[in-house]
């Protein structure tokens, strides 16, 4: 789900760039010094302004003449970014982000879901179908697979974002699997996964199935709620202060 490939020098030098700016060890308004960077990484001057021009893409820095480059504030990171999101929460323990996804996720996933329920395909609905098998799967086992069950609930939200044959939501999708694949990690490795929630994600598709539109809204919206507070009590689990009190 990288937007920007994690190989070589380059790669790992954009990286480890971009953790730094959104963790703070490099601050807002900091200067990058480009012969320093290159020191420390042992690569070219060349390779360290490619890089930067990488993280500029992103917002994470920006370029003024005879001033250099210097790290951005969050208000300039391009939020729809995939890797901004990862490296947000690489190294970072603040969970508040999963809150606005839940949000946007609540504006946009049951619309998406009422649209794919009037416009699948047989390919969607056998990707949709292939999901919950797994999903199934992973929640029968003695103890949850959560490694299966997040692969499995990914494919299945994407399918539903891919069947809408919305160019603007299949961007959106890539978005929210970066986000989704952080929750479910969270989630699923916090405590056994809600009793219901297979069931729920099967009641969803077969709303789509029966191309009913609006039970597939609501459904999905439901559905949803539910993740929503799975996320709250896994953030109160993993917390610092939850543990110190055990």
């Not at 703070?24 to 012969?35: A, F, K």
């Not at 210097?70 to 982000?97: C, G, H």
């Amino acid at each position: 789900m990288r937007t920007y490939p994690l190989k070589g020098a380059h790669g790992e030098l954009v990286h480890a760039l971009g953790v730094r700016v959104v963790s703070g060890e490099i601050e807002p308004m900091q200067i990058l010094n480009v012969d320093q960077i290159g020191l420390e990484f042992a690569v070219s001057r060349t390779v360290v302004r490619e890089a930067l021009k990488v993280l500029a893409g992103k917002g994470l820095v920006e370029s003024v003449k005879k001033l250099g480059t210097y790290a951005t504030t969050e208000s300039a990171w391009n939020w729809l970014d995939p890797d901004v999101i990862r490296w947000k929460f690489e190294n970072s323990q603040n969970y508040s982000f999963l809150d606005d996804l839940g949000e946007v996720r609540l504006m946009l996933e049951p619309i998406a879901t009422k649209l794919a329920a009037s416009r699948r395909i047989e390919e969607d609905i056998s990707s949709m179908g292939d999901a919950i098998l797994a999903m199934a799967q992973a929640a029968r086992q003695e103890s949850l697979d959560p490694e299966l069950f997040t692969k499995s609930d990914l494919a299945f939200h994407s399918a539903i974002y891919k069947s809408t044959k919305n160019q603007f939501l299949l961007s959106f999708s890539k978005v929210m699997q970066t986000g989704l694949l952080i929750r479910d990690q969270l989630v699923h490795t916090s405590f056994n996964v809600r009793g219901d929630v297979v069931k729920k994600h099967r009641q969803v598709f077969e709303a789509i199935v029966a191309r009913e539109p609006e039970v597939a809204e609501a459904r999905m919206r439901d559905l949803l709620v539910d993740a929503a507070a799975d996320a709250v009590s896994a953030t109160i689990v993993k917390s610092p202060l939850a543990k110190r009190k055990k």
